[in-house]
């Protein structure tokens, strides 16, 4: 049903995949944040000969139509259902780090696992959006090779849309499982694709990333920096990896990130999630938000920020957990200071004062406030209201998550040894002394798990942690009331919308829904 959040979100509500042309991928191209791309006038000039594919007479057939068609692709991971709002309820206040008091009874209901409308606004959005973004990236990959122009931009653009498809796909197989569509050709009228399987979408996902891998280049200049890289391929293809268990194959890839020299650690945390250090030294990819100015020429800004911050300045549907909030006391900085990374991710009563949009902690909540809220992606250092439109970028990946990536890999293989230099090095950005020496492999993992839990809070990563590790569950998860709502085979997979499985019924339904 409308909310009052859907009147100020700019989207519009947009059909099923296979009812939607080429047209709605291609009216909002990217300007993506003042770097690459310019926005398409609209749609009206294209000759679409039926739902599903421009004609050939009237698009694909330059240089120019490439770009544009890669522009609007990367344009799809702004959307509500991709980046720029459900994932973060999805992936992190589904988890132990967060928790949803909302007053939107079906949003407090996602994040305790009692969906009873499968197309519940925020599921039906992560299912289309991403299956939109699929769209135009199939596009790109049908109908790029076929363009007469300069070879190694063609090959480069075919690469994008290939790390682009990949990269959903990778959301969709952890929140859906296997029984989603592998959709890689533009659709035709009529199609119903069947449901998949795990190691099918797994198998395509490595295949994208490898592709890509081999024709992107390993960095830009210009406007063109943000677009994916060759080692935007090689990390997802390490996260793909990893979240699979394959712990060999995950180490020689993200080795081959780490090798590269290509990146270093921040020497500031929190200036990785901020509008004025976008694309540094310690991002690998991130999706490209702009403000409202930006609205006209299809770029929105990034909405995580309005529906998970502090009340007041923002909705505060989604708030972190106190268990989450203590992990951060349990060791002190090697100087006896608390571990700076809460400071950049959780709003609270700080000792000292702590300014929320402004405006003291305890001037806007009480001087005895036991309240917390998170403060990560949010425009914090600007007073007032966190805007709709928040121009920070989304970093998917930064290279902190590689080397502990790199370091459980290692760990996972018995290589225990080899992966204190990983761990350690994150540890040391914020002033943590090393881990001691001797750690067995049970150790060495629950410690690189829980310096995973306060490196990337609110950034996608806890459920993927838990799933992996095969945590998810009622038993293991005690501090998170939410959680007795769990049920085993049945809630780590979210069901697939019902209007894709009553239109399509090639598509089964997810274990217990």
Same mark, same amino acid.
Request: proline share 6%; aromatic share 10%.
């Given at each position: 049903?409308?909310?009052?959040?859907?009147?100020?979100?700019?989207? =519009?509500?947009?059909?099923?995949?296979?009812?939607?042309?080429?047209?709605?991928?291609?009216?909002?191209? +990217?300007?993506? &944040?003042?770097?690459? &791309?310019?926005?398409?006038?609209?749609?009206?000039?294209?000759?679409?000969?039926?739902?599903?594919?421009?004609?050939?007479? $009237?698009? @694909?057939?330059?240089?120019?139509?490439?770009?544009? &068609?890669?522009?609007?692709?990367?344009?799809?991971?702004?959307?509500?259902? =991709?980046?720029?709002?459900?994932?973060?309820? +999805?992936?992190?206040?589904?988890? /132990?780090?967060?928790?949803?008091?909302?007053?939107?009874?079906?949003?407090?209901?996602?994040?305790?696992?009692?969906?009873?409308?499968?197309?519940?606004?925020?599921?039906?959005?992560?299912?289309?959006?991403?299956?939109?973004?699929?769209?135009?990236?199939?596009?790109?990959?049908?109908?790029?090779?076929?363009?007469?122009?300069?070879?190694?931009?063609? /090959?480069?653009?075919?690469?994008?849309?290939?790390?682009?498809?990949?990269?959903?796909?990778?959301?969709?197989?952890?929140?859906?499982?296997?029984?989603?569509?592998?959709?890689?050709?533009?659709?035709?009228?009529?199609?119903?694709?069947?449901?998949?399987?795990? !190691?099918?979408?797994?198998?395509?996902?490595?295949?994208?990333?490898? !592709?890509?891998?081999?024709?992107?280049?390993?960095? *830009?200049?210009?406007?063109?920096?943000?677009?994916?890289?060759?080692?935007? +391929?090689?990390?997802?293809?390490?996260?793909?990896?990893?979240?699979?268990?394959? @712990?060999?194959?995950?180490?020689?890839?993200?080795?081959?990130?780490?090798?590269?020299?290509?990146?270093?650690?921040?020497?500031? *945390? +929190?200036?990785?999630?901020?509008?004025?250090?976008?694309?540094?030294? #310690?991002?690998?990819?991130?999706?490209?938000?702009?403000?409202?100015?930006?609205?006209?020429? &299809? %770029?929105?800004?990034?909405?995580?920020?309005?529906?998970?911050?502090?009340?007041?300045?923002?909705?505060? !549907?989604?708030?972190?957990?106190?268990?989450?909030?203590?992990?951060?006391?349990?060791?002190?900085?090697?100087?006896?200071?608390?571990?700076?990374?809460?400071?950049?991710?959780?709003?609270?009563?700080?000792?000292?004062?702590?300014?929320?949009?402004?405006?003291?902690?305890?001037?806007?909540?009480?001087?005895?406030?036991?309240?917390?809220?998170?403060?990560?992606?949010?425009?914090?250092?600007?007073?007032?209201?966190? /805007?709709?439109?928040?121009?920070?970028?989304?970093?998917?990946?930064? *290279?902190?998550?590689?080397?502990?990536?790199?370091?459980?890999?290692?760990?996972?293989?018995?290589? $225990?040894?080899?992966?204190?230099?990983?761990?350690?090095? %994150?540890?040391?950005?914020?002033?943590?002394?090393?881990?001691?020496?001797?750690?067995?492999?049970?150790?060495?993992?629950?410690?690189?798990?829980? #310096?995973?839990?306060?490196?990337?809070?609110?950034?996608?990563?806890? @459920?993927?942690?838990?799933?992996?590790?095969?945590?998810?569950?009622?038993?293991?998860?005690?501090?998170? /009331?939410?959680?007795?709502?769990?049920?085993?085979?049945?809630?780590?997979?979210?069901?697939?919308?019902?209007? #894709?499985?009553?239109?399509?019924?090639?598509?089964?339904?997810?274990?217990? @829904?």
């Amino acid at each position: 049903m409308p909310t009052p959040r859907d009147s100020v979100s700019h989207m =519009t509500p947009i059909p099923t995949m296979r009812l939607r042309g080429l047209c709605s991928s291609l009216v909002m191209l +990217a300007t993506l &944040g003042a770097s690459f &791309g310019t926005a398409l006038s609209g749609c009206s000039t294209l000759d679409l000969t039926n739902p599903n594919q421009a004609s050939s007479d $009237t698009f @694909w057939k330059t240089e120019t139509d490439a770009l544009q &068609g890669i522009n609007a692709t990367y344009n799809g991971l702004l959307n509500n259902g =991709t980046y720029g709002r459900w994932l973060g309820f +999805a992936y992190d206040i589904r988890s /132990d780090i967060g928790t949803s008091p909302s007053p939107w009874a079906d949003l407090a209901n996602f994040n305790k696992f009692t969906l009873t409308d499968y197309n519940f606004e925020v599921n039906r959005e992560i299912w289309q959006h991403h299956y939109q973004a699929i769209f135009r990236a199939n596009e790109v990959t049908a109908n790029v090779p076929g363009i007469q122009m300069n070879a190694t931009l063609r /090959d480069r653009i075919v690469g994008e849309a290939k790390f682009i498809r990949a990269l959903l796909y990778f959301n969709l197989v952890n929140l859906y499982g296997g029984n989603i569509p592998l959709i890689t050709a533009p659709p035709l009228p009529g199609d119903q694709p069947a449901s998949s399987t795990v !190691d099918a979408v797994y198998a395509q996902i490595e295949k994208d990333l490898t !592709d890509a891998a081999a024709v992107l280049p390993a960095t *830009y200049t210009g406007g063109d920096v943000g677009r994916a890289t060759k080692w935007a +391929a090689l990390g997802i293809l390490g996260k793909a990896q990893l979240q699979q268990r394959k @712990w060999a194959a995950a180490q020689a890839t993200l080795a081959q990130v780490i090798a590269s020299n290509q990146f270093s650690l921040m020497p500031n *945390y +929190a200036d990785n999630f901020t509008d004025a250090k976008e694309n540094n030294a #310690e991002s690998l990819f991130e999706v490209q938000f702009g403000d409202r100015t930006q609205l006209a020429a &299809g %770029v929105r800004g990034l909405n995580i920020p309005k529906m998970i911050g502090p009340c007041g300045p923002s909705f505060c !549907d989604g708030r972190p957990t106190r268990w989450y909030f203590n992990q951060f006391f349990q060791e002190t900085t090697t100087s006896g200071g608390v571990d700076p990374r809460l400071d950049a991710t959780i709003f609270y009563n700080k000792p000292g004062g702590m300014d929320v949009y402004g405006t003291p902690f305890a001037t806007r909540y009480g001087a005895t406030s036991t309240e917390i809220y998170f403060k990560k992606w949010g425009q914090y250092y600007v007073p007032g209201d966190q /805007d709709w439109d928040n121009p920070i970028n989304y970093r998917v990946l930064r *290279y902190a998550d590689v080397l502990l990536m790199q370091a459980e890999a290692l760990n996972e293989q018995g290589q $225990t040894a080899q992966a204190y230099q990983y761990i350690n090095a %994150v540890r040391a950005r914020v002033s943590l002394a090393a881990l001691p020496a001797g750690l067995t492999q049970a150790q060495m993992r629950d410690r690189i798990l829980h #310096e995973r839990l306060l490196e990337l809070g609110l950034e996608g990563s806890r @459920w993927l942690d838990l799933k992996r590790q095969n945590l998810l569950s009622r038993a293991l998860i005690p501090n998170d /009331d939410e959680y007795n709502f769990f049920v085993a085979n049945k809630s780590e997979l979210l069901p697939i919308p019902v209007s #894709e499985t009553n239109l399509n019924r090639n598509v089964r339904q997810n274990p217990g @829904w």
